[in-house]
């Protein structure tokens, strides 16, 4: 009986960890935008976004379960190769989206609001002159407060959610803004960086089953399997909710309204000003803890790549300056801009996660020439959708839906898997005649 109710409590605390980790405070952005952008096709935006973020990101949590470590799954594709995924993996997750994000949002999604004559490049410099004592000198203080915000912002989303559930902002709006809900939906969950952040991050959660007790591959599997549950449901619940608020205020709102202005709208339409003031707050602190996080991480990959030659500190303050500047561009901006971005880095990075967990036993030349598959065919959706027209590309599989990299990764695997084939074949039967003499 003690076991089992350990193991319920182990699963519940390594949940919301896991829930902590794929929720950043910047993701509560994209839903309510999806649901407003869809109107009464809300929910299949939801459906898409919700398989494009949080089960994507499980599959890849468990693919580096599987592999036993971030590196060993990258290194798949090569040593060199997986250097250079990782570090591309890094910027995403780090200095080039998610840092400047978090300032971003923490000045669109209130404090411009409740301070308007606090002006952007003036926030910047004090956040990220926080960010850097932070991150310098590493505190468990960030720790324990992350440990509070969690719980703090869930409850918080929680009310939102109710409240509009059970008095809506207004009717859901029959008219659909996209052209293609499902792809609108897969492309807000990519902006969630969930799916990258779990291979970076994801063996945290490990060495935390381990610590645990849980050193068994088969014990650790089933608390990592319990966890990934409960994050995955309190995901569903906030993800739904939110999406239905965004939704619920499609009649009211004009649909160039920015996400932040959106976000703020609907909080102060049902919490008032004070519930305005408490969500900024609690939000401002939680993606304080978020870039914390996140230029400790970049900071430590940059000065280990570099042989230590640039020093973590000297890693830790270039990387605030440069988020610092990028975060100036305002949240749109940032979210436009990634969205070529991550249209090239997500394909090979879902298809090397994909191999690893499916098919973990296939040679590596198999997964590298599917991963090149994926690549060459982001590459070219991407160019296509910055303007270099290539209607074919239009024509293709799934291409409506943004996914037309899946039949020429899955092609170039098989060829890789042909070509192979003879020559496994005569290995195998030296082997055995090695064996039999």
């Known amino acids: 009986m003690k076991q089992s109710k350990a193991l319920f409590i182990n699963i519940l605390t390594i949940g919301f960890a896991l829930f902590s980790m794929f929720f950043g405070a910047g993701n509560v952005i994209f839903p309510p935008y999806l649901g407003l952008q869809c109107g009464r096709l809300w929910f299949g935006g939801f459906t898409a976004y919700y398989i494009a973020d949080v089960l994507l990101a499980v599959f890849a949590l468990f693919a580096l379960l599987q592999a036993g470590s971030s590196e060993r799954l990258m290194e798949r594709i090569g040593k060199k190769a997986s250097i250079v995924l990782m570090t591309v993996i890094i910027l995403c997750i780090g200095p080039l989206l998610a840092i400047p994000r978090t300032a971003a949002t923490t000045y669109e999604l209130g404090i411009a609001e409740l301070l308007p004559s606090l002006s952007p490049v003036l926030f910047s410099l004090l956040f990220f002159a926080l960010i850097l004592a932070l991150s310098i000198r590493e505190s468990s203080v960030i720790d324990i407060i992350g440990k509070f915000l969690t719980p703090a912002l869930l409850l918080g989303l929680a009310v939102l959610i109710i409240i509009g559930i059970v008095h809506p902002i207004g009717h859901i709006s029959d008219a659909v803004q996209v052209e293609s809900v499902l792809e609108t939906g897969i492309q807000a969950g990519y902006q969630t960086l969930d ?44 993800y739904l909710g939110l999406s239905f608020l965004g939704a619920s205020a499609s009649e009211i709102y004009p649909p160039d309204i920015s996400r932040a202005s959106l976000v703020i709208s609907i909080v102060q339409h049902l919490l008032g000003k004070t519930g305005l003031i408490i969500f900024t707050i609690v939000v401002a602190l939680a993606c304080v803890t978020t870039a914390v996080g996140l230029v400790s991480s970049a900071a430590d990959h940059f000065a280990t790549i570099t042989n230590r030659k640039a020093s973590y500190r000297l890693c830790v303050i270039v990387i605030c300056v440069f988020s610092a500047i990028v975060s100036n561009l305002g949240l749109d901006t940032i979210i436009s801009v990634a969205a070529p971005i991550l249209g090239l880095v997500y394909p090979p990075v879902l298809v090397l996660v994909a191999v690893s967990l499916l098919l973990p036993h296939v040679s590596n030349s198999i997964c590298i020439s599917a991963v090149l598959g994926a690549l060459v065919m982001s590459i070219l959706s991407t160019a296509d959708s910055l303007g270099l027209s290539m209607p074919w590309l239009h024509q293709m599989p799934l291409a409506n839906v943004d996914m037309a990299w899946i039949l020429p990764s899955v092609l170039c695997g098989v060829a890789a898997f042909l070509y192979r084939l003879p020559w496994l074949e005569r290995a195998e039967e030296d082997s055995e005649q090695e064996e039999t003499e």
């Open 195 to 238: 799916v990258l952040a779990a291979l970076v991050f994801g063996a945290v959660l490990v060495k935390s089953a381990t610590s645990k007790g849980y050193h068994e591959e088969k014990a650790r599997l089933k608390v990592l399997i319990g966890a990934s549950v409960v994050a995955g449901l309190l995901l569903l619940v906030v």
